[in-house]
């Protein structure tokens, strides 16, 4: 991991699209002067006090003053992106198994619809789990991490 700091605008700017044409890039930032840094990096965040400009120019923006809480961020994304492949195999799954048992006869039209209905809920509560991401040991404590900011995800 690269850290500069003390640039002027358009040399930051610079070093992250030069960065950007080398990797996946993250600027953090929360001046006017970071406005075009965080636009031309492949993820902008912004610090919640930053200027309105900067916060336009990302694409995540920070509601405290404080870094520690972009591996939160990341975790959360990741955990985000995970309840979404979950969902989409969960819906196709019952969909395709009360297809197959429609058409070969072992279930009727009515089942079908049910486990369908009940299916949209499961994924609903699955969902749901997302909310209770920061709870208890999901918390990130200073100098976490992504690898160790990993939530401990349930519905209590």
Do not use: C, H
């Amino acid at each position: 991991m690269e850290v500069t700091a003390g640039m002027l605008p358009a040399d930051t700017a610079k070093a992250v699209a030069g960065l950007a044409r080398r990797g996946r890039v993250a600027m953090v930032g929360d001046g006017i002067n970071d406005a075009p840094a965080l636009a031309s990096a492949q993820v902008g965040i912004a610090m919640g006090s930053g200027t309105r400009v900067a916060i336009e120019a990302a694409d995540a923006a920070l509601l405290r003053d404080r870094v520690g809480d972009v591996p939160a961020l990341i975790g959360l994304a990741r955990a985000t992106m995970a309840n979404i492949r979950q969902n989409i195999a969960l819906a196709l799954g019952l969909k395709a198994l009360f297809l197959v048992t429609t058409i070969i006869g072992a279930t009727g039209l009515w089942v079908a619809l049910l486990a369908d209905t009940g299916g949209t809920v499961l994924v609903t509560l699955n969902a749901l789990r997302l909310l209770g991401y920061f709870r208890g040991e999901a918390a990130v404590t200073p100098g976490a991490t992504p690898q160790t900011a990993r939530p401990v995800l349930g519905t209590g």
